[in-house]
């Protein structure tokens, strides 16, 4: 297994950032605040995520950005293998999982699972999101990752 610190994944990656318009910069924004920021229609109250300028379910324009406790369960994920960037090359596995909010509506976001790659556990098992910061580079950033609680 490769060395997973200080960070979960190599360096090389691309740095995640905000769209040109910034329609995700309150997400990236927040995320470097330690908070986790998801979209919430302000007319129907319809949480949604990835960013997007208006709500899915109603057609209102901008909706707000509302902070949530960062927890979750696990609604599905994948023991990655293949090396998707050259980065990635002699790297894995890792695990990526896909998160779902109860608390925000249900709304799922993709992450990684922190620890021993090869560990097992099961769908609807909660976590807690970790936030890990990358305050070295030309563009700081942060990345949400996720923990299992029991
Ligand atoms: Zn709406």
């Not at 960062?70 to 896909?98: K, M």
């Not at 609807?124 to 996720?146: K, N, S």
């Amino acid at each position: 297994m490769s060395q997973r610190a200080p960070f979960y994944l190599p360096s090389g990656l691309p740095t995640p950032l905000p769209e040109p318009d910034g329609l995700s910069a309150p997400y990236w924004g927040g995320l470097r605040e330690n908070r986790l920021l998801v979209q919430r229609c302000a007319e129907c109250r319809t949480w949604q995520f990835g960013a997007e300028w208006i709500c899915h379910h109603c057609h209102a324009l901008d909706p707000d950005w509302v902070e949530v406790e960062p927890r979750g369960r696990i609604f599905s994920w994948e023991r990655v293998w293949h090396p998707s960037h050259t980065a990635l090359t002699g790297y894995g596995p890792y695990l990526a999982v896909l998160v779902e909010l109860p608390q925000a509506g249900a709304v799922r976001m993709i992450g990684n699972l922190l620890g021993d790659p090869m560990q097992e556990f099961a769908f609807g098992e909660e976590v807690v999101g970790q936030f890990e910061h990358h305050a070295d580079g030309t563009i700081p950033f942060t990345l949400l990752h996720w923990k299992r609680i029991s």
